[in-house]
């Protein structure tokens, strides 16, 4: 696996998780709108079922993006395998299992919505529920990876959650932590 050690490839997955995670609550939300049979004459279901559909292509794109420039950074220990298996990091584990947990959850809404016309629609139906649990884990990764670094109330990465939707994406919250973790907490300490 060829690694990486730029900050930049840090910046960018700080931000794609951001900018993923802000995708999806469009996309539960827009989601929420279409199973309630909500739209109005200015904008119809059928446009908000396509917005629903197309937003959630560009948050994967987001989300992929997000867990290759983890992957390929070489200054935290997260390979490959722990996008998708639960406490295999060795970097913050609690917080990358929540993630992986999202985005295992969110792949296979992905794969049975690719297949919805040969599934079952009850199949189909059980399993885009799973987006819910995908949503409130992937909130909880963000939470946890963003916890350790700046207060609560500053986090603009869960702010999509309603918390801090205002607060507006802090110096503090993309800083590179090369510069600040140091000692034991040191992500290379835990390699
Ligand atoms: C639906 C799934 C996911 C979403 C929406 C998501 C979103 C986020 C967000 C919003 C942040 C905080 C960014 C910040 O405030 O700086 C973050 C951090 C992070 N995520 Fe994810 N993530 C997901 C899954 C994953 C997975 C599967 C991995 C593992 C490969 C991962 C690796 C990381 C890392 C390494 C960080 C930075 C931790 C730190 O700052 O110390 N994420 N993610």
Redesign the pocket.
């Known amino acids: 696996m060829i690694a990486l050690a730029t900050p930049y490839l840090w910046y960018t ?2 931000a794609t ?2 900018v ?2 802000i995708l ?1 609550t469009l996309v539960v939300s827009l989601g929420t709108l279409v199973a309630n049979r909500i739209g109005g004459t200015i904008v119809g279901r059928f446009e908000i079922n396509e917005l629903h559909r197309s937003l959630s292509i560009v948050a994967m794109i987001f ?1 992929v993006l ?2 290759l420039t ?2 390929l950074d070489n200054y ?1 220990s ?1 390979g490959l395998i ?2 998708f298996i639960p406490m295999t ?1 060795a ?2 584990r609690v ?2 299992t929540f ?2 947990v ?2 295992d959850l ?1 792949v296979a809404v992905w794969i049975s919505s690719l297949l919805k016309l040969r599934v079952a629609n009850s199949t189909w139906r059980f399993i885009h529920w799973f987006s819910w649990i ?1 949503f409130a884990t ?1 909130l909880v ?2 939470y946890m ?2 916890l ?3 207060p609560v109330w500053g ?4 702010a999509p959650a309603g918390v801090s939707w205002c607060s507006p994406l802090s110096g503090d ?2 800083d590179d ?1 090369r510069g600040r973790r140091v000692g034991p907490r040191s992500p290379r300490s835990l390699a």
């Open positions: 997955t700080r998780g951001i993923a995670l999806f989300l997000h867990i983890t992957v935290v997260t722990s996008a990091s970097y913050k917080a990358i993630g992986a999202a985005f969110i995908g992937a990764h963000a990876s963003a350790t670094r700046v986090s603009s990465s869960w919250s993309l932590p």
